[in-house]
């Protein structure tokens, strides 16, 4: 292959490699862009399942107390205008026993407004004084029909974190509700498996306050993580979480996915996860496209600095071959490869005789004719291709 030959290849790869390095860079983009979404998207879903599946396991626990409470208000309903007070006072002291004695020790305290006296498991001395028309889980009782939950609240009796259901009686005056303390709740007992370990897990009542957490926030302090959730019910409920590639910032700054369920009291069952583990699988895509568009753009930087040597070298002999041109009336170029040559300057009888381009051989014959009869021989054997292959210049 001539030089000028040479260099339009070289110049076609090169265009090849820089339109390869676009479209490698275009898809680049495009998957990056697409993975992008898709891991959002996949994390949406997953974590969604799995905040559903921590309310449910949470529900199931309440669903136990919500049972016995109404067990006792169909008790009481049952034996109304059948009983004395005294012996509907019996019974229900007697259910109340039996119930501490299934669930065990400090898991519930249950009592019951049974016409304007409290009937208590664990009675207390404020009793008799304590307002309990005022209480939210009695207010709440007189409202439905159904059980009702409370937020969680500080109970005057133990100085603690407490949450009541209760529920009222359709045909004595009486209300049954049982204490719940957040600690005896399945998830203390059994800590949840997260999805990964910078994630965490958030139960919270509807005005935000944690029930339960399981959260790499835990070395920061109690009021801190109040806010933190606080912040983060408002914004669930405020929309802006909907969408799979919304995000939060933590305490700590990092950015984070949200995901959460309403539970049927208002309750929220929270997950968050941080970005960087949602998107570890695109810093892999990352770092593989960086490192696999770097090596072609060498590549491509390598072939552009070796097709300008080239076109400088054609250039130096293209003017070489002008120089000759205007000391010499005929110039040829030959391709001993092919047996070709190419006429760069020629005569008048050669042009008239012969094409631009051809067969060395036919050259040969054609210019020997204007040579003398004695040199004619050494003409064809020193300008033979294997003359010229010996001579050992190559371009």
Not at 139 to 158: E, G, H, M, P
């Amino acid at each position: 292959m001539d030089l000028k030959n040479k260099v339009k290849y070289a110049l076609k790869k090169t265009q090849a490699y820089i339109i390869l390095c676009l479209c490698l860079l275009i898809m680049g983009v495009v998957g990056y862009v697409t993975l992008y979404d898709q891991l959002l998207e996949n994390m949406q879903e997953n974590g969604i399942s799995a905040v559903r599946s921590y309310a449910s396991e949470e529900v199931n626990n309440l669903t136990v107390y919500e049972t016995l409470v109404s067990y006792a208000v169909n008790l009481i309903d049952a034996q109304h205008g059948t009983v004395t007070d005294e012996e509907a006072k019996e019974a229900i002291n007697l259910y109340f026993t039996r119930v501490i004695r299934t669930l065990g020790d400090n898991k519930v305290d249950p009592y019951v407004v049974y016409n304007g006296e409290i009937i208590a498991a664990n009675p207390w001395s404020g009793d008799i004084t304590y307002d309990y028309s005022s209480a939210e889980w009695y207010r709440l009782a007189q409202t439905s029909d159904n059980v009702v939950f409370t937020n969680v609240y500080t109970d005057v009796i133990y100085n603690k974190p407490v949450i009541t259901i209760a529920q009222k009686c359709q045909k004595a005056d009486a209300v049954v509700a049982f204490d719940i303390f957040p600690e005896t709740f399945k998830f203390h007992e059994e800590p949840l498996t997260l999805p990964n370990a910078d994630a965490s897990f958030y139960l919270c009542d509807s005005k935000s306050t944690i029930i339960y957490m399981q959260s790499v926030l835990e070395s920061r302090s109690n009021d801190e993580i109040a806010q933190y959730v606080t912040t983060l019910v408002n914004e669930i409920e405020s929309g802006r979480l909907e969408s799979h590639d919304s995000y939060i910032y933590d305490i700590d700054g990092n950015r984070r996915g949200v995901y959460y369920y309403k539970m049927s009291n208002g309750w929220y069952s929270i997950l968050t996860i941080s970005y960087d583990s949602i998107l570890a699988e695109l810093t892999v895509f990352s770092t593989v496209f960086i490192s696999i568009f770097l090596l072609c753009l060498t590549a491509v930087l390598f072939i552009f600095f070796r097709d300008w040597k080239l076109n400088a070298q054609i250039e130096r002999t293209n003017e070489t071959v002008r120089v000759l041109g205007n000391s010499y009336y005929a110039l040829y170029r030959i391709d001993y490869r092919k047996e070709e040559y190419e006429m760069i300057k020629g005569s008048d009888y050669l042009r008239e005789r012969i094409p631009p381009h051809g067969k060395h051989s036919e050259f040969i014959a054609v210019a020997g004719e204007v040579i003398d009869p004695k040199a004619k021989k050494e003409f064809e054997e020193s300008f033979s291709c294997e003359s010229i292959r010996n001579l050992g210049y190559e371009f």
